[in-house]
Every structure is written in C-alpha cells, then in structure tokens.
C-alpha cells in the first residue's frame, strides 16, 4: 500500500496533496501511522496554510544532513510562495541524523532555538525507538506555535494601514525611491535577530521599518537594488510602524 501511495505522489509531478506529504524510504513509520500523522498535517494546513515535508531515507550517502534537506526543499517546494511557511523534516536511519529546516517567513514564529527545543524533543523519543511519537510530539509543538497567528495574505496599500491591521500578513509592490542602498549584511557570527537588522521603506504618507532576519541578506539586497519588487511581511507593531519581511517575489 505504502509503495502505491509514494508511486501515486510520482506520478502526480511530485505534487503536494491538500499541502502536504510524508515519504517514508527509511520505514520508520506503520501504515496506520502515516495515515495518522498526515491526517494532523492537512488539518494544521487547513488552519494555517503551513505546508510540512516529512521526508525518511535509510542513508545519506555521505552528503550532510543540511545538503540533503536543502535538495529536498528545492525539489518539493514547501510552503506557500512569498509567504514562505514551509517545514523540512528529514530523518536517516542508519545515519541516526535528522534535520529539520523552516522557511523564512516561519522563522519569527520558530526561531532556531526554538525548532532546536522541538528536535530535542523528537530525539528523547527516537532514542526508545518510538518515531511515531516522537514525530507527532513535534508536529503537535508545531501546531502551537503556528496557531496563534494569521496566515491570511492581504493585497494592501502601506499608506492606508492601521493599528486594526496589527498581526496580518500583507503583500504589497515596494520601489525604492529613495536611493538608500545601505543595510546590515549579516554574518554567521551575529544573532539571528537583532535591532540593527532593519530598513526604513518609504511611501506616500508613511514610513515603515521592516525587520529581516540574518538569513535574508539575499532578499533584502534585492529589495533596495530593484526598481520594483514585490514584498510579503506582517504587520507585527503599529504603534513603532514595525514590519517583519516573510518574501519577496
């Protein structure tokens, strides 16, 4: 039944199914077990948007767990475009490795001490060999921290924003007028978060800051260097007109 299903989602161009998708080459999971956990997948999809790639494999063949998962993200395309609130899970059997890799826009939300706290979570169960458990545990601590928050995208017009607005995601059309090409280039060294991680975005009648973390050098580059460029953000404190950078199209 399992070979089916995985032949079926081949066959489908490798398409999501309701958002999501278990493949289980390193039989880690029970068939009733799969049928479970992506039964929790779809419904916290439902709720959120949030699309989970739980990927298995006897071997790695010697690339590194990062790699591995990184190919994986680039050939299934997890998560919704220019939101970017995807999630990678990768487990190896013989290597006894896992990885686990958000998208951006989840970053805020999962920080990386956050998903470590998840990942150590999944490891104290994997250790008695209940993978079952220890991976509905982390979906279930997903869940928690995803729920809180709206996932609903806005066209929107900065200028006509208000304080109501707090909290929602917006996707508007951003040319940097103003010349300004200077921003913080991050490096390995600093903190994921930080207040000198920020440009000023200049409209009409307003002005917002938009927060990046240091992983978004590459994003940020493009939106004070293009003439036009599309930027996905949600609207996280009115008051200091803060902004928190999900995507870019």
Do not use: C
């Amino acid at each position: 039944m399992k070979r089916l299903v995985i032949l079926a989602l081949f066959i489908l161009n490798i398409e999501f199914i309701h958002g999501q998708q278990i493949i289980d080459y390193g039989k880690f999971l029970k068939d009733s077990e799969i049928t479970d956990l992506t039964n929790q997948m779809i419904r916290m999809n439902k709720a959120t948007t949030v699309q989970i790639l739980l990927y298995t494999i006897m071997d790695l063949g010697g690339v590194s767990p990062k790699e591995y998962t990184h190919s994986l993200w680039e050939k299934y395309h997890v998560g919704l475009k220019g939101v970017n609130n995807g999630i990678v899970i990768l487990l190896s059997k013989n290597d006894r490795k896992m990885q686990v890799i958000n998208g951006f826009g989840l970053e805020w939300i999962l920080s990386d001490s956050e998903s470590q706290k998840i990942v150590n979570e999944m490891i104290s169960f994997f250790k008695k060999q209940e993978f079952y458990n220890g991976i509905k545990t982390a979906l279930t601590l997903i869940d928690t921290k995803i729920s809180k928050y709206s996932w609903m995208v806005t066209p929107a017009q900065p200028d006509k924003m208000s304080l109501a607005d707090t909290g929602r995601i917006f996707k508007f059309h951003y040319s940097n007028k103003t010349g300004n090409r200077k921003y913080k280039y991050a490096i390995d060294t600093d903190p994921q978060f930080s207040d000198d991680f920020r440009i000023d975005l200049a409209f009409t009648n307003s002005n917002f800051s938009l927060y990046y973390t240091k992983y978004m050098n590459d994003m940020i580059s493009q939106i004070v260097t293009k003439s036009d460029i599309t930027i996905y953000a949600r609207l996280t404190d009115y008051g200091v007109k803060k902004m928190e950078l999900l995507g870019i199209e």
